[in-house]
Nanobody
């Protein structure tokens, strides 16, 4: 069955870094656009970044540009989110998403990222 398993979340101080990973299985990874979303308490889920199926196109929400980098390894069926210069406002549950042709839409269970002194 389809699985997206996130890892790498945790507690980090402001200015620190974390690298999230999302391991995919159960579908043809290379056909899918991969995204990272996040949801903070009391806020709507927002897309943080996405990467095209081949990795040639990436896009970021303004608040993370220059700090976060999304990448993928199609040989390992894994997408990453490198997060640098973390701020308290980056605190949220981060979700991995796989989407194809607006028909197939899969989500991971989420991983908590907390940025606090």
């Amino acid at each position: 069955q389809v699985q997206l398993v996130e890892s790498g979340g945790g507690l980090v101080q402001p200015g620190g870094s974390l690298r999230l990973s999302c391991a995919a299985s159960g579908f043809t990874f290379i056909f899918y656009v991969m995204s990272w979303y996040r949801q903070a308490p009391g806020k709507e889920r927002e897309r943080v970044a996405f990467i095209s199926s081949t990795g040639g196109i990436t896009n970021y929400t303004d608040s993370v540009k220059g700090r976060f980098t999304i990448s993928r390894d199609n040989a390992k069926n894994t997408v990453y989110l490198q997060m640098n210069s973390l701020k308290p406002e980056d605190t949220a549950v981060y979700y991995c998403n796989a989407r194809r042709a607006n028909i197939y839409d899969y989500w991971g269970q989420g991983t908590q990222v907390t940025v606090s002194p």
